[in-house]
T-cell receptor, first 112, second 111 residues
Framework: QKEVEQNSGPLSVPEGAIASLNCTYSDRGSQSFFWYRQYSGKSPELIMS????GDKEDGRFTAQLNKASQYVSLLIRDSQPSDSATYLC????????????FGRGTSLIVHP | NAGVTQTPKFQVLKTGQSMTLQCAQDMNHNSMYWYRQDPGMGLRLIYY???????DKGEVPNGYNVSRLNKREFSLRLESAAPSQTSVYFC??????????FGPGTRLTVL
């Protein structure tokens, strides 16, 4: 059974700090990796996708993928209180699978 | 361009009642999904439709049925609601095996 593991948190960081969120996955053949942000009472929204080893940067967000170690991480630089949310990691298997596997999410709290 | 829309936003049912949750997307996506989200359980896939005319069971299909009415619309039906089906239901769509776009959700309470 494919698994995606995340620390449930909460992860508490001060405003302006770097928040580091981690995710590990069990299916070595996974090919597509996503980070979604979910505010309380709202639906998940995609913030980053990454498909190859290394770093991908988009504004204050950096996704990092290491397929050999089977982990993907999300760094949020200059964290703001508005970044306080639950962050979901999702992984798609190889072979064009239509079914992503979601982690249970990490709660991030950015305090002023 | 509304993205993914869901109706209703809130619903309260009594045990044994039936209802249909509606989902529509205007992004010309091929694949559509129904998830439920419960505290501490994350997102669990109920059913999905890889393309128009096909539907398949996900992780937790028992007690639910789906219909892919056309490329835009994918409905979820509860034939005889149970308290265990109290949850938040999200519909999502995607082009293929790619990023998913979620609707705003339906908050369902079964008494």
């Amino acid at each position: 059974q494919k698994e995606v593991e995340q620390n449930s948190g909460p992860l508490s960081v001060p405003e302006g700090a770097i928040a580091s969120l981690n995710c590990t996955y069990s299916d070595r053949g996974s090919q597509s990796f996503f980070w979604y942000r979910q505010y309380s009472g709202k639906s998940p929204e995609l913030i980053m996708s990454i498909y190859s080893n290394g770093d991908k940067e988009d504004g204050r967000f950096t996704a990092q993928l290491n397929k050999a170690s089977q982990y993907v991480s999300l760094l949020i630089r200059d964290s703001q209180p508005s970044d306080s949310a639950t962050y979901l990691c999702a992984v798609n298997a190889a072979g064009g699978s239509y079914i992503p596997t979601f982690g249970r999410g990490t709660s991030l709290i950015v305090h002023p | 361009n509304a993205g993914v829309t869901q109706t209703p936003k809130f619903q309260v049912l009594k045990t044994g009642q039936s209802m249909t949750l509606q989902c529509a997307q205007d992004m010309n996506h091929n694949s559509m999904y129904w998830y439920r989200q419960d505290p501490g359980m994350g997102l669990r896939l109920i059913y999905y439709s890889a393309s128009e005319g096909t539907t398949d069971k996900g992780e937790v299909p028992n007690g639910y049925n789906v219909s892919r009415l056309n490329k835009r619309e994918f409905s979820l039906r509860l034939e005889s609601a149970a308290p265990s089906q109290t949850s938040v239901y999200f519909c999502a769509s995607t082009v293929k095996y790619n990023e998913q776009f979620f609707g705003p959700g339906t908050r369902l309470t079964v008494l």
